[in-house]
């Protein structure tokens, strides 16, 4: 064995957890190819008389109790990249993969002007864009995609349902 083939061997074994998401799970298979597929009308997620704040509280206890990764997911029913998302989560074989390993929990944002404590224990201190996903883990309260990563779905209107669905799976 040379040198060059030893190193590429022992960079492939050592270096991969590092590069991929320690926990990532395989993604479910999405049968939906294209957006047009989803169920119409798109649903309207968020409940915008609910109490975030407790909503949270209660999301996060039960994430760390059933030890599962907690979403929080802030948007607006106007938006319509929170709703294609939403579109996308109530597909059966991504419901069913979002139910084994997340408690999701919508909070409304209104027009950006309410709710923002929710992202400001994380260092968020305004939202880029909606929908803005927090992958929090419940045990010790840290997001786990913090920087621009939490508003890659902002523009879920131009992604696949596949693709929606990979992103979601690397948290996990």
Partial sequence: MTFRTLLSALLA??????????MAAPAPKVRAATLDQLKQ??????????NADQQVAA???????????????????????????????????VQSFIQKHYVVVTVDIGRFDKNAQIARP?????????????IVN?????????????????????????ALADWLAQWV
């Fill in 13 to 22: 074994t050592s270096l991969l957890p590092i590069a991929a998401p320690a």
């Fill in 41 to 50: 009308p798109l649903p309207f997620p968020y409940d915008e008389k609910a």
């Fill in 59 to 93: 999301a996060k206890a039960r994430a760390k109790k059933e030890g599962k990764t907690l979403l929080i997911d802030l948007g607006g029913n106007w938006c319509l990249d929170c709703r294609v998302l939403a579109g996308i989560m109530e597909l059966p074989e």
């Fill in 122 to 134: 994380y260092g968020v201190t305004s939202l880029k864009g909606v929908p803005a996903l927090l």
């Fill in 138 to 162: 419940p045990k010790s309260n840290k997001l786990l995609n913090g920087g621009d990563r939490l508003f890659a779905l902002a523009d879920a209107r131009h992604m696949t349902p596949q």
